[in-house]
């Protein structure tokens, strides 16, 4: 069984700063994938960004950036230049190869201040 | 194509009374995947069809939750006898499953379930 957690259930940063969320997972598979997700208030959730367990080199895209720690089991995603757009809730998922399943976290709520 | 619909997008109803939620994936999906939200929470696993087979069912889905595909499109969730514990925001997903690779989950907005 996978496991993911965020122990950060809020996190504020100032407009064009930048912020990293944090996420630890847990799974006996050696092939899988991680996720981070953004829902917006009473928005659908989209897909910010993945990365896959066999790529050492860690994903980015546009702004959006993560840092992954194979060993450790932690997956943290960085936003530059944080936008008032990226206000949501962020996930961290997982998302064994074997399996069709997403298991989730808690959350992060990102506010961002003008 | 506008994406993963569910409707409604709101139920209130009163305990003991059974709901019924609507899915329509992304055409031609093949894949589609129920998940509950709870306030505060993140997403957790109910069930998943690819076509019409109901391939998994997670230990949350109890005997008063049943999910039809019937003919590997659109999806229902039916919910019996509802508790005050169900209360909660069920999403859907739908992802194109292709011979090895990855297959994004694309989410709908989810029904807000109420229970008085």
């Known amino acids: 069984a996978q496991t993911v957690t965020q122990s950060q259930p809020e996190m504020s940063v100032q407009e064009a700063e930048t912020v990293t969320l944090s996420c630890t997972y847990d799974t006996s598979e050696s092939d899988y994938y991680l996720f981070w997700y953004k829902q917006p208030p009473s928005r659908q959730m989209i897909l910010v960004i993945r990365q896959e367990a066999y790529k050492q080199q860690n994903a980015t895209e546009n702004r959006f950036s993560v840092n992954f720690q194979k060993a450790a089991k932690s997956f943290s995603l960085k936003i530059s230049d944080s936008q008032l757009g990226d206000a949501a809730m962020y996930f961290c998922a997982c998302k064994e190869t074997s399996g069709s399943r997403l298991t989730f976290g808690e959350g992060t709520q990102l506010t961002v201040n003008p | ?116």
Not at chain 2, 46 to 71: C, G, I, M, V, W
């Open chain 2, 1 to 116: 194509d506008t994406g993963v619909s569910q409707d409604p997008r709101h139920k209130i109803t009163k305990r003991g009374q059974n709901v019924t939620f609507r899915c329509d994936p992304i055409s031609e999906h093949n894949r589609l995947y129920w998940y509950r939200q709870t306030l505060g929470q993140g997403p957790e696993f109910l069930t998943y069809f690819q076509n019409e087979a109901q391939l998994e069912k997670s230990r949350l889905l109890s005997d008063r939750f049943s999910a039809e595909r019937p003919k590997g499109s659109f999806s229902t969730l039916e919910i019996q006898r509802t508790e005050q514990g169900d209360s909660a925001m069920y999403l859907c997903a739908s992802s194109l499953k292709l011979a090895g690779g990855y297959n994004e989950q694309f989410f709908g907005p989810g029904t807000r379930l109420t229970v008085l």
